[in-house]
């Protein structure tokens, strides 16, 4: 498909609803997917079906730092709704001080992904997912590892938590458990759906919601010279995505020329990709590409939040690879012999540049960013994260 065939597809499929409507759609269990117009329903497995009180107290948990070993932690605190619940850190810290190696993914639409972290590909479902944060210990994220009866046991002293959990899952009298907790979580990550920034106002037959300069951007982006639009395509602008009544799963994974620290492809020890899970030599450096949906508010960025603005993810992109021109990780990224075929380089002037940026800045979902329904429910501040900008 040519760059503009694919940003025409993307457009038509915007255009039969109302600029800021959501669309209401049913499923057989009741539960209402209330969508921007155009988007399919997300994937949910038969074992756990969506309902409005299970949403509910996975976005209680969510913010709730009680799930953490020593009490400081919540998936929020990595998770920033203000960031597209991304972080602001390069890589992210966990409960007890560890650096990770990763920064901290955005979750915004993360109910289309059918690959769940930076590069384990094996990762598929949410409500697994869950348990790598809580019992990692290698790095540390929430600490949990040992302690999962003193959890169960925290959140039982809780009324708010035994009805809570009473109504989520109604045909279940057993009570708290370990494997309700991380479906309540995961239904309510799959509610996190963005869709209502400039771009898709301009998509839906408002094309004043677009300035001049990010149409222009955007025409850029989905150009063949470019090449953006071949990782990051399709509804969510990854390579990654799988939804109701999509034929099938797509999973990417991609070598961006970040880095050639030994003039023969390789990647920091110990962050390799998707090489750390498969063992295989062709998948040195080769890491998903993240939905560019709220990225403008994302920063810093790569897998390791190496590259600190917008300007600089495109400059990396238009030398074909990054060059670290000292240091333990020196090395020419744009002649790593696993870089994808579509990260080539080009050149842009001064003002297509701008124009390119202004572009991902238009892919901000302002409303998504402030939704109460995504936002913290503690008033407890002892309980609750609140009102963070930083670690």
Known sequence: MSGSLAASALAIIFRSAPANSR???????????????????????????????????????????RLSGNGTFACASCHQQSRGFADTL?????????????????????????????????????????????????????GLAGKEKELISRLTADERYRNMFVDAFPDDSAGLS??????????????????????????RGNPGAMTASAQRGQNLFFSERLECFHCHGGINFTGTTDYVGKGFAEIEFH????????????????????????????????????TLRNVAVTAPFMHDGSIRTLDGVIAH????????????????GSSNPYKSGFVK???LSPTERKDLIAFLESLTDSTFLTDRRFANPWPDTSVAVRGMTSR
């Open 23 to 65: 669309v209401a759609v049913g499923s057989r269990r009741g539960f209402a997917w209330h969508l921007p117009p155009g988007f399919p329903q997300p994937k949910v497995p038969a074992d756990n079906p969506m309902s409005d009180a299970k949403v509910e107290l996975g976005r209680h948990l969510f913010y709730d730092k």
């Open 90 to 142: 390069p890589r992210a810290v966990g409960s007890t001080g560890q650096m990770h190696p990763r920064n901290s993914m955005g979750l915004t639409n993360i109910g289309y992904s059918p690959a769940l972290t930076w590069a384990n590909p094996t990762q598929r479902a949410l409500e697994t997912q869950a348990l790598g944060p809580m019992f990692g210990e290698k790095p540390v994220e929430l």
């Open 178 to 203: 370990l494997l309700k907790i991380t479906r309540a979580i995961a239904a309510f990550e799959r509610t996190l759906i963005s869709g209502n920034s400039p771009y898709d106002r301009a998509a």
């Open 255 to 290: 070598n961006t020329g970040l880095y050639n620290v030994d003039g023969k492809g390789a990647y920091p020890e110990g962050n390799q990709g998707v090489k750390d899970v498969t063992g295989q030599l062709s998948d040195m450096g080769r890491f998903k590409a993240p």
């Open 317 to 332: 992109y238009m030398a074909g690879g990054r060059t670290v021109a000292s240091g333990p990780f020196k090395g020419v």
């Open 345 to 347: 380089g080009f050149k």
